[in-house]
C-alpha cells in the first residue's frame, strides 16, 4: 500500500487534534519534538507486526504531521478530507515542494503540505482556490441554521449574511455555491462538499468568539458598518425622517433621538438607542479579541 507525509500548518492541525489519534499527541508531559521531525504516534513498539495504523503522526511545531495510507492514485482533497480537514478550510498546497491544486492525483512516498490563509499568505504561496476579486472586497456569508446569533452579530455590522433556522445542508450547500458566499458552519461534513468553494469550519461554539474567528479571518476589521443592515432579514436600512416613523415611536424615544432607518424588507425601525450602545460594545470586544495572537 502506498502512503504519503501529511503536513497540516497553522491551525489546520486543529482538525487532527479534534480526532481519537491525535489526542494522544496532546498528553500532559508529552515530549514536544523539535520542530521539522517527524515522530510516529504510536511507537513501533506498541504496534502488532502487520498491522500497521492507518495514521501515525505528532504536532510538530506549528505543525501537525501525519502519514496517510492509500490505495491507487487518490485526489489530494480526498487525502486531506480523510484526515477531517475540509477543503474551504486549505489556502494552498504543496506536493514535494511545489504548488499543486485539490485535484493533484498522489503517488507513494510524496509529501504533501497544506496551509491555512494567513500562512499561505505570508508565504506568498500560489493559492488553490483563486478568489474573486468581489469576494475579498464584499465577503458575503451563510450561517449554518445554529449560528443564529453570530447571523445577528454580523449583520448588525453590515456584513450581507444569509440565515434560516430551518434550513438543511442542502439548501445551506445550494445558497452557498449559487450565490457565491462564504460558508459559515461548525459541521465539517457540510464543508467538504464540493459544491461549497468557499467557507470556515469555526473552533468556537460561543457567538462572539465565532465574530472574533470570522473577522480574523476574512478581514473584517475596518469594514464595519454599523447601522446599516436589518438583523432579522439582512436587507440594507433606508433613512427616514423622524416624521415619517412618529407615529410609531415611544414618547421618549420621539425626544431623544433624531436618526432612523427603516427596514424596506420588514419594516422594522431603527434608532442609534441602547441596541446601538450594545453594537458598540460588541464591536469594542471583537476589536480586541482580533488584535490578540489566535488561541492554539
Ligand atoms: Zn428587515
Known amino acids: 500500500m502506498a ?4 503536513t497540516l500548518h497553522g491551525d489546520l492541525g486543529d482538525f487532527i487534534h479534534l480526532d481519537r489519534e491525535g489526542a494522544a499527541a496532546h498528553r500532559p508531559g508529552a515530549v514536544v519534538p523539535r520542530p521539522g521531525t517527524v515522530v510516529p504516534l504510536r511507537g513501533a513498539a506498541g504496534e502488532r507486526r502487520g498491522a500497521a495504523p492507518e495514521r501515525r503522526g505528532a504536532v510538530v511545531g506549528n505543525a501537525a504531521v501525519v502519514h496517510r495510507r492509500f490505495d491507487g492514485h487518490p485526489a489530494v482533497k480526498d487525502l486531506l478530507e480523510a484526515l477531517g480537514v475540509p477543503h474551504p478550510e486549505i489556502a494552498a498546497i504543496t506536493v514535494n515542494d511545489e504548488p499543486a491544486g485539490f485535484d493533484h492525483r498522489l503517488n507513494d512516498g ?3 503540505e497544506a496551509w491555512p490563509a494567513t500562512e499561505a499568505a505570508a508565504l506568498g504561496l ?3 482556490l483563486i478568489a474573486a476579486p468581489e469576494d475579498a472586497a464584499d465577503p458575503r456569508f451563510v450561517a449554518d441554521a445554529h449560528l443564529g446569533r453570530l447571523a445577528a452579530y454580523l449583520r448588525m ?3 450581507d449574511t444569509w440565515y434560516r433556522n430551518d434550513a438543511d445542508d442542502d439548501l445551506l450547500a445550494a445558497v452557498t455555491a449559487g450565490e457565491r458566499r462564504i460558508l459559515l458552519t461548525r459541521d465539517r461534513g457540510l464543508l467538504k462538499r464540493s459544491v461549497v468553494r468557499r467557507g ?8 462572539v468568539e465565532q465574530l472574533i474567528e470570522v473577522t ?3 478581514g473584517l ?3 464595519w458598518q454599523p447601522f446599516g443592515r436589518c438583523i432579522r432579514c439582512n436587507t440594507l436600512l433606508a433613512q427616514v425622517s423622524r416624521d415619517e416613523v412618529l407615529p410609531r415611536l415611544r414618547p421618549l424615544t420621539r425626544i431623544y433621538y433624531d436618526d432612523f432607518r427603516r427596514c424596506p424588507g420588514c419594516d422594522a425601525i431603527y434608532w442609534k438607542g441602547s441596541h446601538h450602545a450594545r453594537m458598540e460594545r460588541l464591536v469594542e470586544r471583537v476589536r480586541a479579541g482580533v488584535s490578540m495572537p489566535a488561541e492554539r
Open 216 to 218: 480574523r479571518r476574512f
Open 200 to 207: 470556515a469550519c469555526l473552533r468556537s461554539d460561543r457567538p
Open 3 to 6: 502512503s504519503a507525509a501529511v
Open 157 to 159: 455590522l453590515g456584513f
Open 221 to 223: 476589521v475596518g469594514r
Open 110 to 112: 510524496d509529501r504533501v
Open 126 to 128: 500560489v493559492a488553490v
